[in-house]
């Protein structure tokens, strides 16, 4: 086994190649472009952009290193009969389902629900399409992991304190250890970013670990040695 070893906060995060997977949260243009799901909601979407930056360049090293990586998208049936009304008819704006520049809201197949061009998959990368906020609500991801034992997960995505907080929350339920990569994450609220990290790893990591992509890509360079 590769050694992946990596400072965090509250303490080091030990793993090892093999048995860690990264998980790319909802990086879609739903999320991170004007028209979709993220502007309905009353959301500036210029605040997520700075995470795209750090995530290829932690794509790019987990690449190099052969890492396990996930990608997941948030989005529904085109019928929407995977979508709660309760979810639907939320918030003021155009809903779920409703047509905008980018196709209908948060439908899969539509071009706001495709992962933004710059973090792609690559061949051999899953996609998980989740319905939602959670990566493991109603979605194969815990097979998909179990079947590769997977134990650890290095989290990167957006918003910080929905689909991330709430992946990563079932994550260590069902017993994952979790390292949240804080410069790969972003909100549209900066606070609710900030706080939502240190509730992670407050209470001697309660949730699990905060790191930083660099720690995470020494680390890579170190275990693909
Ligand atoms: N609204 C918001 O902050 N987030 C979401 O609705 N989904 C995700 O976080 N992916």
Known sequence: MAKLTFDATPAQFETSLERCAAIFIDMQRD????????????NDVSRLRGAIEPCKRLLTGLRRAGAFVIHTREGHRPDLSDAPPA???????????????????????EPGHDLI????????????????????YATELEPMLRNRNIEALLV???????????TVR???D??????????????????????ALRMVC????????????????????RAAQ
């Open 156 to 166: 990167c995505g957006v918003t910080t304190e929905v689909c991330v907080h709430t």
């Open 170 to 172: 079932e994550a260590n």
């Open 202 to 221: 407050a209470q001697g990591g309660i949730f699990g670990w905060v790191t930083q992509s660099s720690q995470v890509l020494d680390a890579l360079a």
């Open 87 to 109: 979810k639907v008819h939320r918030g003021a704006g155009p809903k779920i389902g409703d047509v905008g520049p980018m196709g209908r809201i948060l439908v899969r197949g």
């Open 174 to 195: 069902r017993g994952f250890r979790c390292a949240v990569v804080s410069d790969c994450c972003a909100s549209y609220f900066p606070e609710f970013h900030e706080v």
């Open 31 to 42: 999320f991170l472009e004007p028209g979709g799901f993220g502007e309905s909601l009353g």
């Open 117 to 136: 061009e710059e973090l792609h998959p690559i061949a051999g990368e899953p996609v998980i399409d989740k319905p939602g906020k959670g990566a493991f």
